[in-house]
T-cell receptor
Framework: KAGVTQTPRYLIKTRGQQVTLSCSPI?????VSWYQQTPGQGLQFLFE???????NKGNFPGRFSGRQFSNSRSEMNVSTLELGDSALYLC????????????FGEGSRLTVL | AQSVTQLDSHVSVSEGTPVLLRCNYS??????LFWYVQHPNKGLQLLLK??????LVKGINGFEAEFKKSETSFHLTKPSAHMSDAAEYFC?????????????FGRGTSLIVHP
């Protein structure tokens, strides 16, 4: 069974640009959640989608958004990038609504210059 | 509100000696507790979980954790460390506040294993 797949794995952007990250969950999993990991702030919850609906949202500005498609694949978008957005963005899937038992992808490492 | 504190940012052990990674939590509800491991440049992998069943939880790769409600702790142990255990470990608490589960991650403990 294929795991959680995130693309791209690495990307470099400049301030002011926008970026879209993609996540394909494990087959059959309907919940996808996103996390930002930085050395300074650790792992922080961004949002969770279940059956194409955003169920929960963390404490991030509106520049961070996401969506989920009917096949459970998810994308997150960050607009007007700032230097502080440089981070590892992790996607995780679970069968039901996010209960903490998560299956993570390897992440997308974003560098903002 | 929920929170989790990992009491050590780094733990250093010799191969073959016991491992103890400490985690204290705070939760207004009956929490679910988890330990995840992250190897360099990888995503997180679930080691074990506590969801109000047995208080001693066995996980993968020989790891165990004991839920102690009176001490609000969920420490991770392993009898004998292996070089491959060197990684970052995260304690996670998740409770059903407001009808939804939102996980809160500890800051992580880096386990260093010396030969």
């Amino acid at each position: 069974k294929a795991g959680v797949t995130q693309t791209p794995r690495y990307l470099i952007k400049t301030r002011g640009q926008q970026v879209t990250l993609s996540c394909s969950p494990i087959s059959g999993h309907r919940s996808v959640s996103w996390y930002q990991q930085t050395p300074g702030q650790g792992l922080q919850f961004l949002f969770e989608y279940f059956s194409e609906t955003q169920r929960n949202k963390g404490n991030f500005p509106g520049r961070f958004s996401g969506r989920q498609f009917s096949n459970s694949r998810s994308e997150m978008n960050v607009s007007t990038l700032e230097l502080g957005d440089s981070a590892l963005y992790l996607c995780a899937s679970s069968f039901g609504q996010n209960t903490g038992e998560l299956f993570f992808g390897e992440g997308s490492r974003l560098t903002v210059l | 509100a929920q929170s989790v504190t990992q009491l050590d940012s780094h733990v250093s052990v010799s191969e073959g000696t016991p491992v103890l990674l400490r985690c204290n939590y705070s939760s207004s509800y009956s929490p679910s507790l988890f330990w995840y491991v992250q190897h360099p440049n990888k995503g997180l992998q679930l080691l074990l979980k506590y969801t109000s069943a047995a208080t001693l939880v066995k996980g993968i790769n020989g790891f165990e954790a004991e839920f102690k409600k009176s001490e609000t702790s969920f420490h991770l142990t392993k009898p004998s460390a292996h070089m491959s255990d060197a990684a970052e470990y995260f304690c996670v608490v998740s409770d059903r506040a407001g009808g939804s589960y939102i996980p809160t991650f500890g800051r992580g403990t880096s386990l260093i294993v010396h030969p």
